[in-house]
């Protein structure tokens, strides 16, 4: 490592951030203080000022976001619906700090947070309901993710930086928690319908009421589309027939992002006993631009997700005491119905391929969760939570059948014919599974008045790699009634997946049974301001340091990477009026490669996000909404120049017309049809002397959506 992953952390360049934003929230807390008139009761001064959002991520119960231990957004549904959204990716991308990138695995998003854009993305714990979803092959959400829809969701929860002392494995660059809704939110049933751009039509209905003694909540939703359909000029077959002297590729082509959707869910609960069970489906999931960056117009992806959950909790089972104890089910199916190059490819230099080269991996997850936690407030000043558990994930079955030998050269002649199930005998994985056990305590302390300090520390056991332990630290100072400032350390890790532990029989990615977890360490400190009581403000910096970065070194994976970063994230909401709100942030990083000293690839240095909401008649709203992304350097070798930024107008008309059970809006996503791309990646070798995909990938122009509903 470098100097500046001396133990001192490299808090030089920190430090005087972190100085200076407490004076500044000093200065801040005195200049509110000498302007502002001061009731006599101080509780409807906190009531004014005080930040009305609450987030249970950060400490595992809730509080507000302006005084939670870690930096953290709240999205609620009624924020989702005046937007327009109609995918979760188009909540995450307003979030400060995140940015929604796409990779070369069926387009799927790539959760940019801090700058950190590594690999597959398992640097980011996707929760639903609390209950991780990922999937322990790739340590992200699987190739099948294909996008989640809106109508359930209650609210949703981000942490950026590390939450690797209260969730383990994968709190990386962030955590993402989606809620969806319960009886209490429903209230009744709803109905809707939307339909729009790219032949894209989705239908729903929620419901939430008694069913005799128990709450009962249900969402049951199916859409298709065929996606945006932008063309990409060139792509890995282009590169390959330049060599080899074919001409097989499909490029000029249109991306395939097709899909079918099938979402259900039912909730149930019973005093402090509640029971979930969903099940997601994906079918005829387009490849995007290939698996393997070569166009498949005709491939396909399936994935099945199903999911189940009971919990208990009981806040006050004993005097001082409260108990959690949670029991969680996943089982994830992925197959696949791909051509990785078309007929007629000779991409391997063994010969064409009559009908392509066809290679087909499928393979099923078991993922079996049991915990509890028990909170203490029996302690004068002091909140203690303890928690241990145990958790089984396993890809318990895989399934090879190709047209194609380990060493690449054909079976038969490469035809549909000549596909043979090589599960026995060649297969990309045996099946693997681990056992993890891990154990953590807090300390929610209110150390003097005005001040918290947040301590946890917890340890992870993996039955394959080894133990792990992350401390976090958070000082919380209320320095006015209207100024909290934070400074945060944590530490988080990234398990090695599945893949990059024991892939085999593929002579360009292999296992490496050795892999330590990658490792992050994050110094932050912020201040958030309410000067006034319809206006907000907030600002971060943070530093962080990564290490054991999980790389292909000649075609193994290694450990074999380290980089840092720093910068900050402002964020603002302005009730300018009764029926006009402006809210928007700015977020900025500076990531750097170790190796090179170069900045870290791949991700905008600079994110601006700024909307208005104006409900400019009863029951009918505006929401205009403009996001900028800068551009993004390239990775170290990469002769292409940086990737241009772009900025996209999204326009939402809404009416809420609550009396009458009705709800309608029309959307416009990139209102003047802006040319937005997200990089593609960089994979020119001594072997393959040409870029997969010399162009990016293309984003969706001007788009609209219609929808209604209605509740009864």
């Known amino acids: 490592m470098t100097s500046s992953t001396h133990p001192s952390f490299g808090l030089s360049a920190i430090a005087v951030a972190a100085h200076r934003v407490v004076l500044a929230c000093a200065a801040l807390g005195l200049v509110a203080q000498a302007h502002a008139q001061l009731p006599s009761d101080e509780e409807e001064l906190a009531l004014a000022y005080g930040d009305k959002s609450f987030v249970s991520i950060a400490t595992g119960s809730s509080l507000p976001v302006s005084r939670a231990p870690a930096m953290a957004t709240v999205i609620t549904s009624q924020d989702i619906a005046s937007i327009g959204a109609t995918d979760l990716d188009e909540v995450l991308e307003t979030v400060p700090g995140l940015h929604v990138a796409r990779e070369t ?162 909730d149930l609960s019973l005093d402090q006993w509640r029971f979930r069970v969903a099940y997601k489906e994906r079918d005829d999931v387009g490849t995007g631009t290939g698996v393997a960056s070569a166009l498949d117009p005709n491939g396909q992806i399936y994935s099945q997700t199903i999911t189940s959950d009971l919990t208990y909790d009981n806040r006050q089972i004993a005097p001082d005491w409260a108990l959690n104890v949670q029991g969680s089910f996943m089982h994830y199916t992925e197959l696949t119905d791909i051509t990785l190059f078309p007929a007629g490819s000779n991409a391997f230099g063994t010969g064409a391929f009559a009908d392509g080269v066809i290679g087909n991996p499928a393979k099923w997850e078991r993922h079996e969760r049991l915990g509890a936690s028990t909170t203490y407030t029996g302690f004068k000043l002091h909140r203690l939570r303890l928690g241990l558990g145990v958790e089984r994930e396993e890809v318990y079955k895989t399934r090879e059948t190709k047209n194609f030998n380990s060493n690449f050269t054909r079976i038969g002649n490469g035809s549909i014919a000549d596909v043979i199930d090589v599960s026995a005998t060649e297969p990309f994985m045996r099946p693997q599974g681990r056992t993890k056990r891990y154990i953590y305590g807090q300390d929610e302390w209110s150390l003097l008045k005005d001040w ?144 090179t000293g170069r900045a870290a690839a791949n991700a905008p240095r600079h994110h601006a996000y700024a909307r208005g909401h104006w409900r400019f008649s009863p029951g009918w709203s505006v929401d205009p909404q403009v996001n900028w992304v800068s551009e993004r350097p390239r990775e170290f070798g990469d002769p292409r ?58 984003l969706p122009g001007r788009s609209f959506y219609v929808q209604a509903s209605h509740r009864f």
């Open 105 to 266: 695995q069926g387009f799927a998003p790539v959760y940019v947070i801090r700058g950190i854009n590594l690999g597959f993305n398992p640097q980011v714990l996707m929760l639903i309901n609390g209950v991780p979803m990922t999937t322990v092959f790739t340590g992200n959400r699987g190739a099948g993710w294909a996008g989640m829809p809106v109508e359930n969701i209650a609210r949703v929860e981000v942490i950026r930086g590390p939450g690797s002392a209260l969730y383990g494995a994968d709190a990386f660059s962030g955590v993402i928690n989606v809620i969806t809704k319960t009886a209490d939110d429903i209230q009744g049933t709803e109905v809707g319908a939307r339909g729009g751009s790219f032949k894209t039509g989705d239908a729903w209905v929620l419901h939430g009421g008694k069913w005799g003694a128990l709450d009962v909540a249900g969402h049951l939703r199916m859409g298709s589309t065929e996606g945006q359909r932008r063309t990409v000029q060139a792509d890995a077959q282009t590169g390959s027939d330049a060599v080899r002297g074919t001409q097989a590729s499909k490029a000029p082509g249109r991306i395939n992002n097709a899909r079918d959707s099938v979402d259900g869910a039912l």
């Open 452 to 595: 918290t300090l947040t301590a946890g520390l917890r340890h992870d056991q993996y039955s394959d790699f080894g133990d792990t332990t992350n401390p976090r630290l958070a000082l919380v100072w209320d320095a006015a009634y209207n100024v909290t400032a934070k400074l945060l350390y944590g530490s988080a890790f990234r398990a090695p997946s599945m893949s990059e532990l024991y892939a085999i029989n593929n002579p360009v990615v292999t296992g490496n049974p050795s892999l330590r977890p990658e490792k992050m360490r994050t110094l932050e400190a912020a201040v958030s301001w309410q000067p006034l009581t319809r206006l907000q403000l907030g600002i971060n910096v943070f530093h962080h340091e990564m290490s054991d970065i999980i790389r292909l070194v000649n075609f193994v994976y290694q450990n074999n990477g380290e980089q840092q970063g720093n910068g900050l994230e402002f964020e603002a909401t302005w009730d300018v009026a009764q029926d006009l709100r402006l809210s928007g942030n700015y977020s900025y990083q500076r990531s750097v490669d170790e190796a």
């Open 641 to 698: 120049s940086s990737l241009k930024g772009y900025a996209t107008l999204d326009l939402t008309l809404r009416t809420d017309r609550a009396a009458k059970g009705w709800d309608m809006a029309v959307s416009v996503r990139n209102l003047f049809d802006a040319d937005a791309q997200e990089p593609t990646p960089y994979d020119m070798s001594p072997g393959q002397p040409y870029i997969s995909l010399p162009f990016d990938f293309p």
